[in-house]
């Protein structure tokens, strides 16, 4: 069985969110949002290590709050640098000798599946470098400077990145070593194309959503009451984040 370390990203400013709390850290459903985006993966056998990445303003409050479930949970903490490719490449350098294949996945998707997981799993063990991705249903219209449209674009062979990003350890070290040569990228699976390996799709779902407003809160809240249950096998810590925080968050 091939060694997997997980690494989701934690330390954006959650601009676009607009509220006093960042997006990762509010509760939904009684637990934080990056909770729920690690959950599926701390119990599976492949995985061998953990880490999110906490920008260095919020470690202090995230030690404080979540210091039972990190050790529950076994999950460790990487510094946030000035940008996310900063960030996921001090994850990367935390990432244990033994570990084959490093995965990455926002900590703010918290309605991943089971399922999911193990389909772009075992399509990167297959291939090297994976995803998951949801191709284009809708018409695709680009528009000029004043929102008026200039051309209807094709959304033949279009796909809408998620994650998790799963990649080959050895390839995605090369890669960030050579990430100051590109410009432009805006994911990591775009970073180990620029390095000249192939990257394959493996069908997510609409319900893998990243969130990004506070309107995703109730989306995500329906997506997650709606899923079937029971919930993953472990709990996400030794008592419930309702019980211990009060449930802050969305009600």
Not at 28 to 51: H, K, M, N, S, Y
Not at 220 to 232: F, G, N, Q, S
């Amino acid at each position: 069985m091939a060694a997997f370390a997980v690494i989701l990203p934690a330390a954006g400013k959650s601009s676009r969110f607009k509220d006093k709390e960042k997006k990762p850290f509010v509760n939904l459903d009684g637990r934080a949002i990056w909770l729920r985006a690690v959950e599926f993966f701390i119990t599976r056998p492949e995985v061998v290590q953990c880490l999110i990445v906490v920008s260095a303003d919020d470690q202090e409050m995230f030690r404080r709050r979540f210091g039972a479930n990190l050790a529950f949970m076994n999950v460790q903490i990487a510094d946030g640098g000035a940008e996310r490719f900063e960030s996921v490449a001090n994850a990367l350098s935390l990432v244990k000798p033994e570990v084959e294949f490093v995965a990455i996945h926002d900590a703010v998707r918290p309605c991943l599946t089971e399922a999911l997981v193990s389909a772009v799993f075992a399509k990167a063990q297959q291939t090297g470098a994976a995803l998951l991705a949801t191709p284009i249903v809708e018409t695709v219209k680009e528009a000029g400077d004043k929102q008026q449209v200039k051309q209807t674009v094709s959304r033949r062979g279009l796909w809408l990145a998620q994650t998790p990003q799963v990649f080959r350890k050895d390839w995605l070290v090369e890669a960030y070593a050579q990430r100051s040569k590109h410009q432009n990228i805006t994911d990591d699976a775009q970073l180990v194309e620029a390095a000249g390996h192939v990257v394959h799709l493996v069908d997510g779902a609409a319900t893998n959503i990243k969130i990004t407003s506070k309107a995703d809160l109730y989306l995500a809240d329906a997506i997650l009451k709606a899923m079937p249950k029971p919930k993953p096998s472990s709990p996400s810590g030794p008592f419930g984040e309702e019980e211990m925080w009060g449930g802050r968050g969305l009600k």
